[in-house]
């Protein structure tokens, strides 16, 4: 396997299997910080990549939107393109307050960035591009979009509000 080809591997490793204990500039997975218990609205993290990551969805994007979703675990699933290197997962979980994030996280780095227009509050992380949103103080939502081998349609604000209208949509479900 050659270098490039290993960290492509390794990367999409860590980001369906797991991800190490955040450092500082890192997001944190939501199973690091939420307990283990979830919610019947945030098992629907389980199903959203194949209801919400729709073909339509993908081409928005993405300039290679075929591949295959799967679940994770009760509240997460993952949907892996063809060419390998892009990957976007759904987390959900409904213990996880701002705060908690906030000092998960030290948010002292000035990566994060408010999010207007998802739902009641909501960060952007760029590289690889992650919303994590907030409804009824503690509904989280993470969307992360990790394209290793390609550039995405969209970046900034335009991709964030993108990945955040999945949370928007998950959040109206009960």
Not at 10 to 33: D, H, K, N, Y
Not at 66 to 90: E, L, N, P, R, V
Not at 99 to 126: F, M, S
């Amino acid at each position: 396997m050659s270098i490039p080809t290993t960290l492509v591997a390794c990367s999409v490793f860590v980001v369906l299997f797991g991800q190490p204990q955040s450092r500082s500039g890192e997001a944190p997975t939501i199973a690091s910080v939420a307990p283990a218990q979830t919610s019947d609205w945030a098992k629907n993290g389980a199903t959203a990549c194949t209801k919400l990551l729709t073909a339509d969805f993908r081409k928005a994007i993405l300039i290679h939107p075929a591949g295959t979703s799967k679940a994770q675990d009760a509240y997460s699933c993952a949907f892996a393109g063809d060419s390998g290197g892009t990957i976007i997962k759904i987390e959900l979980a409904d213990h996880l307050t701002l705060e908690a994030w906030k000092a998960y996280n030290k948010i002292d780095r000035p990566a994060a960035i408010a999010l207007a227009g998802v739902g009641d509050q909501a960060l952007r992380i760029d590289n690889p591009t992650v919303v994590d949103a907030w409804k009824k103080g503690d509904r989280n939502c993470r969307v992360m979009l990790m394209a290793i081998e390609e550039q995405p349609k969209l970046t900034g604000d335009a991709l964030a509000k993108k990945l955040g209208g999945i949370c928007n949509q998950l959040f109206a479900l009960p």
